[in-house]
């Protein structure tokens, strides 16, 4: 990884059997993937067209475009998986588009984190599930908006976008049953978020440390039963009231700090509400 000027590789007889060059990506013709055999981009050299390759890869292996060059990445519509770490700390990757995909089942853990420059994400529309894993867009300073109302994904895991002090808008999808640990932590110009009806769990410090955070709303019908502990910890901007849904049973220990207004619930933890903020 982090090879930024590798421009091409020339493969000797013997490793021309198994390896490819593909518009400028090293390709494993006898690769897995889902424990079957298939074509895997191992590598991206400098000025990789990753767009452009062959409609038969299905897979970007691990550290494949770690600490790379590469300043867009188009996902072609045939992926299925994105492994750890593939665009990890890529300085200038400033576009992330997975529009085009039609079975991309997993984005695995820091698949696109710690990118300084991405400004831009693009979910899959497909009606395939993809799952994204942990903090796979964490630390992405410069990422204003996050629109995945088209993306049909179970569940928003653990820091996935950790620390992106940029983010301001965020639009969610009706498919996800809970929103994981520390998920929106520390994005700290966030303004509002409504919470689809389909939610029944809010994590522990899922958004705590957004500070701008003015406009907390839960949609009509929802199933929201859980919102645990620090979930809203030190959301200054939460001074008004927030109504929540008949369907909600507990509260946990010092998920709110921010706001006094409360209603019944079954069970609330130890301060989870405590006076404005002046």
Do not use: Q
């Amino acid at each position: 990884t982090g090879c930024r000027n590798l421009e091409t590789i020339v493969l000797e007889n013997g490793f021309t059997s198994r390896y490819v060059m593909d518009h400028g990506c090293l390709v494993d013709t006898t690769g897995t993937y889902n424990n079957r055999k298939a074509k895997v981009i191992v590598f991206g050299c400098k000025g990789a067209e990753l767009h452009k390759t062959s409609s038969d890869i299905e897979a970007i292996s691990e550290s494949a475009f770690r600490n790379t060059d590469i300043k867009e990445a188009i996902i072609p519509s045939n992926i299925r998986c994105i492994e750890p770490n593939a665009f990890h700390e890529c300085e200038f990757l400033h576009t992330v588009d997975m529009s085009l995909c039609k079975s991309l089942d997993n984005v695995y853990g820091h698949a696109f984190s710690e990118c300084p420059s991405l400004h831009t994400v693009k979910f899959p529309k497909s009606d395939v599930k993809t799952v994204f894993w942990d903090a796979c867009f964490a630390y992405d300073n410069r990422l204003v908006e996050v629109d995945m109302r088209e993306c049909n994904t179970p569940y928003i895991p653990n820091g996935m976008f950790h620390d992106c002090i940029s983010l301001e808008n965020v639009y969610l999808p009706e498919s996800i049953s809970r929103i994981e640990e520390a998920a929106f932590k520390t994005c700290t110009k966030l303004k509002s978020i409504t919470i689809p009806k389909s939610c029944r769990d809010i994590g522990v410090e899922a958004f705590k440390y957004d500070g701008e955070l003015s406009s907390l709303t839960f949609e009509e019908d929802s199933l929201l039963e859980t919102i645990a502990d620090y979930a809203f910890k030190e959301c200054f901007g939460l001074k008004g009231d927030i109504i929540f849904p008949a369907s909600l049973s507990f509260i946990g220990t010092s998920a709110f700090d921010c706001s006094e207004k409360t209603n019944r619930f079954g069970s609330i933890g130890t301060v989870s509400f405590s006076p404005l903020k002046s």
